[in-house]
């Protein structure tokens, strides 16, 4: 007898940001509204620039309004043009920033098991006109930073790493944000850490704070030179107290995420047809996504089916990342999106589902999400 599920009473995402303490942050506001600063570089901000120096393990950081703008700063501070490889299994932002660049992204296929760029395929796609390799640490997870560096250095490419779902993300100690030239963290309120909206670049050359830094605030150096067509990036006073307190709550945040992700584990393992990224031996976990791919012949149902069923639970589950950004209109004609040159990705878009994880979410709540899962299964 299959037993009965009550759909969850009030709805269930994803994710839910972490809320710091109102009072606490109001008496932080109160120092904001005090100084009558709010913007362009003010204590706040370079405050908030010191502690995540330390957090994020990186020798160099500059913060901007959003991780979208700061990736297009990212490929104007190295001068990229002509053709960047990229992975088609991300978010938008990862090839858009690319177009707004006047340059061309170059779809490659991605790794069966980590999702990331597959470093193996990227060699191919490599022409006169490539000048970068743009990868993403897809939910968190680190790309084959070793083989990519191999292969941008044997062709003289620049490497940039979308790590907008990589904060706190470590291999073997090493902070995720000192890999490849420069690297992007989004600080968006989907994110373990955020600022509501924010972002960050890391690198390890000096010389690119002072050039990412003009590049953010339109080019000016003084008040009587801009020096370069810059645009506006910058984080205001009120993003970085939001970033300030939010960062007292984040081990606490990915603690209890590190229960309900062994939680999962322990529930899923059985369940013939789902898989999970289970986690990297030396990888310190962003705990970000909680994705699991559905086999449709071996599960029974397809990852549309379950995403639906999932619905009348009232649990709303997304399906990052599809369609794949090859396959969106502005890029579909492109030589490399043609889907038998992506077959991996092709596959791995079909089965995905993100399925709620964050703090507030307790064990039972996750033991009900893997019995909902299960009765998908079996009815
Ligand atoms: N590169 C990659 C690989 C990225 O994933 C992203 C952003 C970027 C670059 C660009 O970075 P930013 O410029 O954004 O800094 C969300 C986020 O807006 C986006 O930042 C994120 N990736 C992407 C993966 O997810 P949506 O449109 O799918 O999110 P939305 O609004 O449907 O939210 C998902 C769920 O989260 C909701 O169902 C409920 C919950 N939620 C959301 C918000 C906004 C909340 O509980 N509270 C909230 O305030 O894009």
Redesign the pocket.
């Known amino acids: 007898m299959t037993q009965k599920i009550t759909p969850f009473p009030e709805p269930i995402?994803?994710?839910?940001?972490i809320l710091p303490d109102l009072n606490e942050l109001s008496e932080k506001l109160k120092e904001v509204w005090a100084s009558q600063r709010l913007t362009n570089r003010g204590p706040q901000h370079e405050l908030f620039q010191k502690e995540l120096l330390s957090i994020l393990k990186v020798p160099y950081l500059s913060l901007f309004n959003?991780?979208?703008?700061?990736?297009i700063v990212a490929c104007q501070s190295l001068r990229l043009s002509g053709e960047v490889i990229t992975t088609p299994f991300?978010?938008p932002?990862?090839p858009h920033v690319l177009t707004w660049n006047n340059i061309r992204p170059i779809f490659c296929d991605i790794d069966p098991v980590t999702m990331n760029i597959d470093p193996n395929k990227i060699e191919s796609m490599i022409t006169p006109q490539t000048t970068a390799i743009l990868a993403?640490h897809?939910f968190g997870t680190p790309c084959d930073v070793v083989k990519i560096q191999e292969v941008a250095e044997r062709y003289g490419l620049k490497v940039i790493y979308?790590a907008?779902?990589a904060f706190g993300v470590e291999v073997d100690g090493i902070g995720i944000g000192n890999f490849g030239n420069i690297s992007?963290f989004?600080?968006?309120?989907?994110?373990l850490f955020h600022t509501?909206?924010?972002?960050a670049l890391t690198f390890n050359d000096k010389n690119l704070k002072a050039q990412i830094d003009l590049l953010k605030n339109f080019g000016i150096k003084n008040e009587e030179e801009v020096v370069m067509p810059g645009i506006n990036g910058k984080m205001n006073e009120i993003q970085a107290v939001i970033g300030i307190e939010v960062l007292k709550y984040v081990d606490e945040e990915r603690n209890k995420r590190r229960v309900l992700f062994d939680t999962y584990r322990q529930c899923l393992k059985d369940i013939n047809g789902i898989t999970f990224l289970d986690k990297i031996p030396d990888i310190r976990n962003s705990y970000q996504y909680f994705v699991i791919r559905i086999d449709e012949k071996l599960f029974g149902k397809s990852r549309d089916y379950v995403y639906k069923k999932f619905k009348e639970y009232n649990v709303?589950t997304?399906k990052?990342f599809y369609p794949l950004c090859s396959d969106y209109t502005c890029y579909k004609q492109l030589p490399s999106s043609t889907p038998s040159n992506l077959p991996a990705a092709q596959k791995i878009a079909r089965e995905v589902l993100s399925i709620p994880f964050y703090g507030g979410l307790s064990t039972d709540d996750v033991g009900k999400i893997c019995n909902i899962l299960k009765k998908i299964r079996n009815t």
């Open positions: 995402y994803i994710t839910r940001p959003n991780g979208t703008i700061a990736l991300t978010f932002a990862t993403v897809v979308d907008a779902h992007m989004s600080f968006h309120a989907t994110k509501v909206e924010g972002g709303f997304r990052y």
